[in-house]
């Protein structure tokens, strides 16, 4: 099947308009193993490591795409899209100007550029997305989250790792969504079958930076801790809240890409928190990682604030700046390493 690709900072992509349209909606991750050299032609050196490898997928993956979409999303990712349109060899082009709040006034927003979307699809494809289109994408992108909500539920006492989760929400976000519940399921069957977590792990939420690569789970599990609750866009963002099913499916659309949880992109400190304490409660969970990318200035701004506010609460945390590599970031070890011994 034919793909579309888009690049979302903060799950504000819906990629149902995408599946209506008769595409498979395929989100660029970047690649870490990779140098970032071709996009390091259009982008200093300081610019955050993830959007460098965002473009250089863009660069040298575009003739697989039908098109590419870019959300809203940070300043990095915002101010590259200017180079995509200049640089990036694609067919179709599509800036989706997402609101940054969640008012009364962004929800009318929303629906304009979810018509201002659908129409310019019918038009650079020759197709025609009805509403029942629409609907029927919505019901099958809810089959997915209703799979990725057990995955969730069953990583709290079951023996997931964290490759694993990471590994079927990127499937979710790339494969078509049929082949995708087939994933999810798999991971589940094994998940009931398997044993519980390991005695030793510490179980953890994991907020910050989006994690784009396995190997950076695969360091936090060496480390001891198993992340079991997260509010991230490729994590529980995607997936905690399902798409309404009834009335208007563009108005449906609009009110849950609006009320997901609000990343640091987005205006909205004071619901991001209660977020996380909420995730915390339900858990019954007392320990945090932090992190962002380094550059990732959104992430990093708040994550003062939010830490601190975590803390005052005695929850124990640990808030790290990493690398983007898919090697052993020693810092990183080290500093999980004496999280560990403190706990």
């Known amino acids: 099947m034919k793909k579309i690709a888009y690049f979302d900072s903060s799950h504000d992509m819906p990629e149902e308009i995408i ?38 997928e863009a660069l040298t993956r575009s003739a697989e795409w039908e098109g590419i979409i870019v959300a809203q999303g940070c300043n990095a990712t915002n101010r590259h899209y200017d ?9 179709f082009l599509h800036w989706f100007n997402g609101p940054i709040k969640d008012d009364a006034m962004a929800l009318r927003f929303m629906k304009t550029e979810l018509w201002r979307l659908i129409d310019t699809l019918n038009r650079q494809f020759r197709v025609s997305i009805t509403d029942d289109m629409i609907a029927a994408a919505i019901r099958e992108s809810n089959e ?24 079927v929400l990127i499937k979710s976000m790339t494969l078509p969504k049929k082949d995708a519940v087939a994933a999810i399921d ?29 190997e950076l789970m695969d360091q936090i599990d060496e480390a001891g801790f198993r992340v079991v609750r997260d509010d991230l866009s490729v994590g529980e963002r995607y997936y905690t809240t399902l798409i309404p099913e009834d009335g208007n499916p563009v108005d449906a659309l609009a009110r849950y890409y609006l009320s997901v949880p609000r990343p640091a992109t987005k205006v909205g400190m004071r619901k991001r928190i209660e977020y996380l304490e909420g995730a915390l409660a339900d858990s019954g969970l007392d320990t945090v990682i932090s992190q962002n990318i380094k550059f990732c200035e959104p992430f990093a701004y ?12 005695g929850i124990r945390l640990l808030h790290i700046e990493r690398e983007f590599t898919p090697g052993p970031d020693n810092q990183l070890m080290n500093r999980l390493a004496a999280f560990s011994e403190m706990l």
């Open 302 to 313: 708040d994550s003062v604030m939010v830490n601190g506010e975590l803390k005052e609460r």
């Open 186 to 214: 798999e991971l589940i069957h094994k998940a009931e079958k398997g044993g519980p977590i390991p005695k030793n792990n510490i179980k953890v939420l994991l907020t910050g930076s989006d994690v784009t690569y396995p």
């Open 83 to 91: 180079v995509w349109k200049r640089h990036v060899s694609t067919p």
């Open 144 to 167: 997915v989250k209703k799979r990725l909500q057990r995955v969730s539920a069953l990583r709290s006492e079951k023996d997931i790792t964290n490759r694993e989760y990471l590994t």
């Open 19 to 56: 599946m209506a349209a008769g595409f498979v909606p395929y989100k660029i991750f970047g690649d870490v193993h990779k140098s970032n050299a071709p996009a390091d032609q259009y982008l200093q050196a300081f610019f955050c490591p993830a959007a460098r490898s965002f473009l250089t």
